[in-house]
């Protein structure tokens, strides 16, 4: 045998059993709890961005939801920057590279002047981007191996629906949204809330710590006035009341997750 086929064989013997030592590794990557941040923070921007859209459409200024929106795409492309730059398993990373596609599909509606119509089918691309990624959080919770990161997920998930609530409401104020597709999407929110709420209620107090519970009960005295406001069918709409509401408790939900990560660290 020649010198070079015994180089060959040796280099194929070589990589034959490097190689599962590759796959294996790739396997062992872990997502971490600054993953977990990233991508909830970018599900809650989605909704942030369709709200502020109709508000544009609206013509409302004094909140200046032009300014708003360009703060909250800055910040949803760099955190999408920020998580593709981590080192993720090939299959969550295929999970990203789908939702790197919906947020291509949902940008090129954010290049249009506003209207009711572009307003409808930008929360269409909103609502399948924002689905996708609430699915991708869990996903990234779950890989990091530890249980207290789904919960920081489900708190970051009630927020994300207070978002989205505020979002259709100015749509629907604004006349974007017709009353059966409106309540319709109302009556699936609150549920999704109440039944998130609930869980993180009865979760055991290791992985939800009571003062968390506690933070957790003042922001669902707040959603109530949301809950109240999108179930009225009074005509009378309030959208930049809504809005300023949806920040505050944006804000509160963001010192809850701090202080949930602190816990869990």
Same mark, same amino acid.
């Given at each position: 045998?020649?010198?070079?086929?015994?180089?060959?064989?040796?280099?194929?013997?070589?990589?034959?059993?490097?190689?599962?030592?590759?796959?294996?590794?790739?396997?062992? !990557?872990?997502?971490?709890?600054?993953? !977990?941040?990233?991508?909830?923070?970018?599900?809650?921007?989605?909704?942030?961005?369709?709200?502020?859209?109709?508000?544009?459409?609206?013509?409302?200024?004094? /909140?200046?939801?032009?300014?708003?929106?360009?703060?909250?795409?800055?910040?949803?492309?760099?955190?999408?920057? /920020?998580?593709?730059?981590?080192?993720?398993?090939?299959? +969550?990373?295929?999970?990203?590279?789908?939702?790197?596609?919906?947020?291509?599909?949902?940008?090129?509606? +954010?290049?249009?002047?506003?209207?009711?119509?572009?307003?409808?089918?930008?929360?269409?691309?909103?609502?399948?981007?924002? *689905?996708?990624?609430?699915?991708?959080?869990?996903?990234?919770? %779950?890989?990091?191996?530890?249980?207290?990161?789904?919960?920081?997920?489900?708190?970051?998930?009630?927020?994300?629906?207070?978002?989205?609530?505020?979002?259709?409401? !100015?749509?629907?104020?604004?006349?974007?949204?017709?009353?059966?597709?409106?309540? *319709?999407?109302?009556?699936?929110?609150?549920?999704?809330?109440?039944?998130?709420?609930?869980?993180?209620?009865?979760?055991?107090?290791?992985?939800?710590?009571?003062?968390?519970?506690?933070?957790?009960?003042?922001?669902? %005295?707040?959603?109530?006035?949301?809950?109240?406001?999108?179930?009225?069918?009074?005509?009378?709409?309030?959208?930049? +009341?809504?809005?300023?509401?949806?920040?505050?408790?944006?804000?509160?939900?963001?010192?809850? +997750?701090?202080?949930?990560?602190? *816990?869990?660290?």
């Amino acid at each position: 045998m020649s010198n070079e086929k015994m180089y060959k064989g040796f280099r194929a013997s070589l990589l034959s059993m490097l190689l599962p030592l590759f796959v294996v590794a790739e396997g062992n !990557v872990r997502a971490n709890a600054e993953d !977990v941040h990233d991508i909830i923070d970018i599900c809650t921007a989605s909704e942030k961005i369709m709200k502020d859209y109709a508000l544009i459409g609206m013509k409302i200024t004094y /909140h200046n939801p032009q300014k708003a929106l360009d703060e909250t795409l800055k910040h949803l492309k760099q955190e999408m920057k /920020h998580l593709e730059k981590h080192k993720l398993s090939k299959k +969550l990373h295929n999970e990203e590279l789908k939702l790197h596609k919906e947020w291509a599909k949902m940008e090129e509606n +954010l290049t249009k002047t506003p209207t009711k119509e572009s307003a409808l089918a930008l929360h269409n691309r909103v609502n399948t981007f924002a *689905e996708h990624c609430e699915v991708l959080a869990e996903h990234l919770a %779950k890989d990091t191996g530890n249980m207290a990161e789904h919960y920081v997920v489900e708190i970051a998930r009630l927020n994300l629906d207070v978002q989205e609530l505020a979002a259709i409401y !100015v749509m629907k104020a604004w006349g974007a949204m017709g009353d059966d597709a409106y309540y *319709e999407e109302v009556k699936h929110i609150l549920h999704d809330y109440i039944k998130t709420y609930d869980d993180l209620m009865a979760a055991d107090g290791k992985m939800v710590s009571s003062n968390v519970k506690k933070h957790l009960k003042v922001l669902k %005295k707040h959603f109530m006035i949301f809950e109240f406001m999108a179930e009225s069918r009074s005509g009378r709409y309030v959208p930049l +009341l809504i809005a300023k509401k949806a920040e505050k408790i944006n804000k509160e939900t963001k010192n809850i +997750l701090e202080e949930e990560e602190r *816990e869990v660290e």
